[in-house]
């Protein structure tokens, strides 16, 4: 089971690229895409989920060509999209039996499958009422139902947990793990937690390229002795900003406590961390902008 991405480029207009010689090989297991706004995240998983076609390159499912053959794909496609549409009138079992049957699944086959799924997402409770009147939450895990209704050999997850609590985050998380077992996930988010408790590979991707793929052991050891505590005054912050790579911060009685990635020590005070993917990422995307000040 394998997904190969190969020089892929998505040209959106005159000289603006989502994607350019993008390329990537993909196998079973958890794929966390991360990347700042606007880095082509959203633009490859449209063109995973067959939605829109690259401009050049080529993708390939089991060695058959996505442009050429997508229904070969779609036939094993789960897709969430970051602005999943809803039927507002419908209620979760109304909208997940459309779907359903719009997919080939069918009476009690459907409905099996259609519980089963509101159990997991934990709606069960909230099956009969209309989607116009559920939090923005419960829509999401609508979305991540419909999305897992033929029981998808490639599953592709665009911003999943956006607007999930911290119970039903790590809830998602914990299923996401499970299904990579048997098949490909895509998962792609600015959650870098999210990431950090499913992936078993990252691609960070960065103005439409792909900056490294590798592991999340991989990327932590990239910054290995590079993260650090510092406490500063206020006045002080501003200019640690300047030259730093700053993560978390918070203002204490005793000045703001900042969390820095940094090659050497930013202060003599400065107290060594255990790095995080946050750090990583931080790290490896500021040295591919070409800011050295860390």
């Not at 079992?93 to 799924?117: D, H, K, N, S, V």
Request: hydrophobic share 40%; with cysteine; net charge positive.
């Amino acid at each position: 089971m394998n997904l190969e991405i190969n020089d892929v480029g998505k040209l959106y207009k005159r000289n603006v690229w989502g994607l350019r010689n993008f390329s990537l090989k993909i196998n079973s297991g958890v794929l966390g895409l991360l990347g700042p706004n606007g880095a082509g995240k959203s633009t490859l998983m449209r063109i995973l989920a067959t939605v829109t076609k690259p401009t050049e390159g080529r993708v390939s499912w089991k060695g058959h060509d996505l442009v050429g053959s997508p229904n070969r794909v779609r036939l094993i496609l789960g897709y969430l999209p970051q602005d999943f549409g809803i039927y507002p009138h419908l209620n979760a079992m109304e909208f997940l039996t459309y779907l359903a049957a719009a997919r080939g699944i069918c009476g009690p086959p459907a409905r099996r499958r259609i519980e089963q799924l509101l159990d997991i997402v934990n709606l069960g409770d909230a099956r009969k009422r209309r989607l116009g009147a559920l939090s923005g939450g419960m829509k999401q895990r609508v979305g991540i139902a419909q999305a897992l209704l033929n029981n998808p050999e490639l599953l592709i997850v665009d911003e999943p947990t956006a607007g999930l609590d911290p119970e039903e985050r790590v809830r998602f998380r914990n299923l996401l793990s499970e299904l990579a077992d048997e098949r490909i996930v895509i998962l792609s988010t600015h959650i870098v937690s999210d990431v950090e408790a499913a992936a078993t590979s990252i691609a960070l991707i960065n103005k439409g390229q792909l900056l490294i793929h590798t592991t999340p052991e991989d990327l932590l050891g990239r910054v290995e002795g590079k993260a650090w505590e510092v406490v500063v005054s206020s006045d002080r912050f501003m200019e640690l900003k300047k030259n730093h790579i700053v993560g978390s911060s918070m203002k204490t009685s005793a000045g703001v406590r900042v969390r820095v990635v940094a090659d050497n020590p930013p202060t003599e005070s400065a107290q060594p961390l255990t790095p995080t993917l946050e750090d990583a990422f931080l790290y490896l995307l500021n040295k591919a902008r070409g800011n050295t000040e860390s």
